[in-house]
């Protein structure tokens, strides 16, 4: 099916790959499916660039696949993202990212909200 350009194959032997500690190849045949449009490609790049394996360390591509994953319904690409804009200052931007991931049954980011809320810094108006 790697043949055929499916997506899904390649990302699957990406991870396969990815798992032997085989970077160089699980990298390739990821972006290769996020070159597809793959959502979990586009995440697994991210994690690619963020330990900088097989690749570079890159944050600046490491938040662009994420954003990539998170439009395409990654759920923990879009708590990442929240856990990013945490870290900048934007808490803000980062509980909007939460509960769109939250909504997609993310519990981490459900998780992240209850703290937000138990400390003040969202209400229940923030979830309507």
Request: with cysteine.
């Amino acid at each position: 099916r790697v043949k055929a350009n499916d997506p899904d194959a390649m990302l699957q032997l990406g991870v396969r790959r990815y798992e032997v500690g085989d970077y160089d190849d699980a990298f390739a045949y990821a972006k290769k499916a996020a070159d597809l449009g793959h959502a979990g490609a586009h995440f697994l790049q991210a994690i690619f660039y963020h330990e900088g394996q097989g690749v570079e360390k890159d944050e600046k591509k490491e938040v662009y696949h994420l954003e990539q994953a998170a439009i395409g319904g990654h759920p923990k690409a879009r708590y990442n993202l929240g856990v990013k804009e945490e870290e900048n200052g934007r808490r803000g931007r980062a509980v909007k990212h939460w509960i769109i991931a939250a909504a997609l049954g993310n519990d981490a980011s459900l998780d992240a909200l209850k703290d937000c809320f138990r400390g003040g810094v969202v209400s229940k108006e923030d979830f309507a």
